[in-house]
């Protein structure tokens, strides 16, 4: 099978918007938990400029999405997606102190393996 670069250029997008998306649903939370700790917890949250920027790029990464289905495989786009789980980790970690454990890491390298399995042995057009 050939190099095909527009399946390349999908994948490495998709890969980019699973990242925007893990940081957006970061900076959600943190905006939630800064309100929480204001002076005034029962402000909107919505007006708060970090929820703002959040939404935005969760709205960009969807769209990023939606535009790479013609030309990437559903079973590649559900693995990329697997990776979720690793860069929401790594944003909640860096962007509001939460912990990882080793743990999460195990749990981490078991859906990784099965992701890998499951998009190795698949069949695609």
Same mark, same amino acid.
């Given at each position: 099978?050939? !190099?095909?670069?527009?399946? !390349?250029?999908?994948?490495?997008?998709?890969? #980019?918007?699973? *990242?925007?998306?893990?940081?957006? !649903?970061?900076?959600?939370? $943190? *905006?939630?938990? $800064?309100?929480? *700790?204001?002076?005034?917890?029962?402000?909107?949250?919505?007006?708060?400029?970090?929820?703002?920027?959040?939404?935005? @790029?969760?709205?960009?990464?969807?769209? @990023?999405?939606?535009?790479?289905?013609?030309? &990437?495989?559903?079973? #590649?786009?559900?693995?990329?997606?697997?990776?979720? &789980?690793?860069?929401?980790?790594?944003?909640?970690? $860096? @962007?509001?102190?939460?912990?990882?454990?080793?743990?999460?890491? &195990?749990? !981490?390298? #078991? &859906?990784?393996?099965?992701?890998? #399995?499951? @998009?190795?042995?698949?069949?695609?057009?």
């Amino acid at each position: 099978m050939a !190099f095909n670069w527009v399946t !390349f250029i999908a994948v490495l997008a998709n890969v #980019l918007n699973v *990242a925007i998306g893990a940081v957006s !649903f970061a900076l959600l939370k $943190k *905006a939630h938990k $800064k309100i929480a *700790a204001s002076d005034n917890p029962n402000k909107l949250v919505y007006t708060h400029p970090l929820w703002i920027l959040g939404l935005v @790029m969760l709205i960009v990464s969807n769209l @990023m999405r939606v535009a790479s289905l013609p030309y &990437i495989g559903v079973v #590649l786009l559900a693995g990329i997606s697997a990776l979720a &789980i690793l860069f929401n980790a790594l944003a909640s970690v $860096k @962007m509001n102190g939460e912990s990882f454990t080793k743990l999460d890491g &195990i749990a !981490f390298i #078991l &859906i990784v393996t099965g992701t890998t #399995l499951c @998009m190795y042995n698949s069949k695609t057009d």
